[in-house]
């Protein structure tokens, strides 16, 4: 150990710098031009520490990076195994021939000053361990990664195996230096390096090849001086700082001009690449537990501060936000966290907000260069034109209730990629739970009956959006979330294992399916699935979704088997099945009609992995190894619950008197059974064996929830929305039943309903809005022809006037059809019926969208295909005292007649 490193341990971090002060001083004006330097760009005090006996769960050490190719097998803590007897972390690491394995435990980001220091005892079979201090340049970034470039100045070095020693790291403002020349040759002497900070203490573990130990105890960081307590202005770099120190012995006073450096253009990619970012709509979630989820990155709904930005420093954890009004040179160097700039947060952006964007990021752009980030927003339409101000894009996928098919939502996501381009970064946008307003009702409507609250998440139907939208190679996916994930409640619980399960799912097939490209799927038969099929230098991925869905229910398999029909060139590759995060190989079967592969029992979403090369197993299931346990507990757990919750469910139904019909107690026994039996193998730790038995319990409770809910609607199969239904609390629509009759609710306040006269098309009447009419061409009409009954009826047609034919969605809605307000009380509970037909809407996501004022469109019933006439149901409650208004919204190139339109309240009395 070097004299200097030596001294760490026994001079206060306060006296060290000024100990090396007076040491290279030699003479008195020396001394006095050093001192104004220091206090130039160094605080007053340093007595900030931290100290962290490593002896609590969980391990705060992790793999940042290596050069040789280096894998964490365990990582633990000894119960007895540390300097004093007490705990103590162990990594231990399998590495290739490199030399360096970099360990890191973040800290606060902190100046990179002489008196910081940090001590670590160590012990390992072999020397070499060193330690150090992570130092990193916020406005200088990787050109692949856009992350802000960092070095590492490294102490000392651990030289006595078989025992414990403390190594040590301290006065590294000179070797600093020496690196940010360095940085200067690799990057230009243009290179900003102003405003350095350190943000973790390192431990390099490269002590050869092979597998190597290490034990890690009793931490101590000293002379920490946070960067939020300075002024930006006076965080220079180590170079700055040296040349300001000549400048002071020479006699030159000018120092602005060496404390500003060039400031280049900011970064551009929305997303990292060759990834799959996986970001959470943030509601005030830890960080720490968000990144323990899968989560790369969160979503703000506000600019960031000082707290938020430290936090996501800490916990590695990047942010997209809406950006500030004006920057705040206060926080500028703990900007590093922000991957990108969210725009139009809780506004819709349609086309007429194209132009307030455009100015947006005209003035985001002039930020200062520490400031600028990629720009995101989430249009509802006119996508090319928003995409031209844009560096990245979030597409929301329909939404699930609304019944729009696994093609369509393929369909129309492709589509959307052919009209922004393929140098357009797109994030798919998936609900990570039901949305907001059926939450609201259905709580609503539980408090007033005195039914208990939902406490039920159908978690299948985000992971099959999900996977599907793989198909289209998003550069990320966002799971939107209006509600915070540690509110503590059972369905949070649940939201939280799902969205870990998926994302580690996604996590496993990253390298095989970030960047990669659609090809055309293999034939399949049996069960009913759709099966995307991705390809990358020579890999291909088959993601197969159930397609028996109803509205956020999912079947998987309902019993059958799928069948992948194999043309000859596939016949010869090699098929892998990672459905159980495990590389499970799978033997072609041939057949007197060819050659084919058969899945037996699927799962809701099946992952098949196709290659020519043999070798590729091996990585598919090292990857699989790294995700498999944590899978293991989240499915696990998920199914045990889906079991418990189908069964009560069960029982309230049967207590309440809904139906005579006996439970379907082989499915529940046999769910419970399976988990039963399987419960050993989990316990042992077997995570293949856990998942496998898990989906299968799963896929009997799921077929017992989808009977409960035929028993809960008799509407069906009549178009219905019914809040309770919608987001899977049966045991709410157990009690609310009776309302399922026709006894008991008043007569119709709509009196205008009847649509029998042409006068009901008036301003205080049945009112209709128009938009794009440079683009379609719409209208509605009284007709005396056709109607369902009485002597008219009303009809609406929207026909495109372009080449092109109207899209689906919002962005295909250029006609509203309104009815007149119906004023209803607080917690009333409302029935609207509607009879309506439709011709045309042959495109995706197309057709007459029913819904009202107090659901809103995400409540809406999507109605098309339709040439008869068609009973719509809309179930609703009036949380506070509001007027009601029932919408018929065409989306696309279509005919609609609607007649018959009732409004009826609950007055059972």
Not at 369 to 378: D, H, N, Y
Not at 540 to 551: A, D, H, I, K, N
Not at 739 to 747: A, F, I, N, T, Y
Not at 850 to 862: F, H, I
């Amino acid at each position: 150990m070097s004299a200097a490193n030596q001294s760490l341990t026994e001079i206060p971090p306060v006296a060290r710098t000024w100990q090396a002060v007076r040491s290279t001083a030699s003479s008195t004006l020396f001394t006095i031009i050093t001192l104004l330097c220091l206090s130039f760009f160094q605080p007053a005090t340093t007595s900030a520490q931290i100290y962290d006996s490593l002896d609590a769960y969980p391990p705060r050490w992790h793999l940042d990076s290596s050069d040789c190719d280096a894998r964490v097998v365990e990582h633990k803590h000894l119960v007895d195994g540390g300097v004093d007897g007490r705990p103590c972390e162990i990594l231990t690491v399998d590495a290739k021939h490199g030399s360096e394995i970099l360990l890191a435990y973040p800290i606060e980001p902190v100046l990179p000053i002489d008196g910081l220091t940090a001590n670590v005892s160590v012990m390992s079979a072999m020397a070499g361990a060193r330690i150090g201090f992570r130092v990193r340049f916020p406005y200088l970034r990787e050109d692949h990664s856009r992350q802000a470039v960092s070095v590492v100045v490294f102490g000392t070095s651990y030289k006595d195996p078989g025992r414990f020693a403390s190594i040590g790291v301290g006065m590294i403002e000179a070797p600093l230096m020496t690196k940010e020349f360095s940085l200067r040759q690799k990057y230009g002497s243009a290179a900003n390096l102003k405003d350095p900070y350190v943000d973790a203490v390192i431990v390099d573990a490269y002590m050869g090849a092979g597998l190597r130990s290490l034990r890690i105890d009793e931490l101590r960081v000293d002379g920490l001086v946070s960067v939020s307590e300075v002024s930006p202005t006076k965080i220079v770099s180590a170079s700055d700082r040296i040349q300001t120190r000549r400048q002071l012995e020479n006699g030159i006073d000018d120092l602005s001009s060496n404390l500003d450096s060039s400031i280049g253009d900011g970064p551009s990619n929305a997303f990292p690449f060759g990834r799959v970012t996986r970001i959470l709509q943030h509601n005030g979630e830890p960080l720490s537990w968000v990144r323990s989820l899968g989560f790369d990155a969160v979503l703000l709904s506000r600019p960031p501060n000082s707290e938020i930005l430290s936090e996501a420093i800490h916990a590695r954890v990047a942010l997209y936000c809406p950006p500030p009004t004006a920057p705040d040179p206060a926080l500028t160097p703990l900007l590093q966290p922000i991957a990108g700039w969210y725009l139009g947060h809780g506004e819709a952006l349609d086309s007429l907000q194209v132009e307030n964007v455009e100015a947006a990021t005209q003035r985001l752009r002039a930020f200062p260069a520490a400031w600028r980030r990629p720009l995101i927003a989430a249009p509802s339409e006119s996508f090319p034109r928003y995409a031209k101000s844009l560096d990245g894009i979030v597409y929301d996928l329909p939404i699930r209730l609304r019944g729009v098919t696994d093609a369509e939502e393929v369909e129309q996501f492709a589509s959307l990629r052919k009209r922004v381009g393929d140098q357009m970064q797109i994030a798919a946008a998936v609900m990570s739970m039901s949305p907001e307003v059926v939450m609201r009702q259905t709580e609503s409507i539980a408090d007033s009956i005195g039914a208990p609250r939902p406490n039920g998440f159908r978690w299948h139907s985000m992971w099959l959006q999900a996977m599907r939208s793989l198909q289209s190679a998003p550069s990320a996916i966002l799971y939107r979330s209006t509600r915070s994930l540690v509110a503590g409640s059972e369905i949070e619980n649940q939201r939280s294992m799902a969205l870990s399960y998926v994302n580690r799912m996604i996590a496993m097939l990253e390298p095989w399916i970030a960047g990669a490209t659609s090809s055309p799927p293999i034939a399949i038969s049996g069960a009913s699935y759709h099966c995307s099929r991705l390809t990358k230098n020579g890999v291909e991925v088959l993601v197969l979704t159930s397609s028996t869905m109803r509205g956020s229910e999912v079947l998987a398999g309902d019993g059958q088997s799928i069948e992948l029909k194999l043309s000859p060139s596939d016949a010869t590759k090699t098929f892998w099945r990672m459905t159980h995060f495990s590389a499970e190989r799978l033997t072609p079967e041939t057949t007197t009609t060819g050659t084919r592969i058969e899945i037996v029992s699927p799962d809701a979403a099946e992952v098949i992995v196709v290659s020519s090369d043999p070798a590729i197993g091996a990585n598919l299931s090292r990857s699989a190894s790294r995700f498999a346990k944590q899978a293991a507990l989240d499915r696990w757990q998920l199914a045990g619950d889906l079991v418990r919750r189908t069964k009560d469910q069960w029982q309230t139904t049967v207590v309440s008197r809904v139906t005579s019909r006996p439970p379907p107690s082989d499915l529940i026994a046999v769910a419970q059974k399976t988990l039963a039996d399987a419960e050993p193998l989990y316990r042992a730790g077997d995570a293949d064996a856990s998942i496998r038995m898990a989906r299968r319990a799963d896929a009997w409770a799921l077929r017992s929830e989808w009977q409960l809910s035929e028993i809960l609607m008799p509407d069906w199969p009549r178009p219905t929305s019914c809040p309770p239904i919608d987001c899977g609390a049966a045991e709410v629509q157990a009690v609310w039943y009776p309302l399922m009759r026709d006894r008991g609710w008043s007569h119709n306040y709509l009196t205008t309903g009847s649509l029998d006269s042409r006068d009901m098309i008036a301003a205080d009447r049945w009112t209709f809005g128009k938009r794009f009419e440079d683009k379609a061409r719409s209208e509605v009409l009284f007709a005396d022809r056709g109607s369902y009954e009485g002597p008219g009826a009303l009809t609406a047609r929207t026909v495109s006037l372009v080449d092109e034919p109207l899209s689906g969605g919002f962005e295909g809605t250029v006609l509203q059809v309104r009815s007149p307000a119906v004023r209803v009380a607080a917690n009333t509970a409302i029935r609207i019926d509607a009879l309506v037909r439709t011709i045309g809407f042959g495109g995706a996501h197309q057709g007459v969208l029913v819904y009202d004022t107090v659901g809103g469109q995400e409540m809406g019933v999507l109605v098309r295909g339709r040439p008869t006439w068609t009973p719509i149901r809309l179930y609703r409650q009036a949380i506070d005292e509001t007027e009601v208004s029932v919408m018929f919204e065409l989306m696309g190139d279509g005919e609609a007649m609607i007649d018959e339109v009732e409004l009826r309240v609950w007055q059972p009395d």
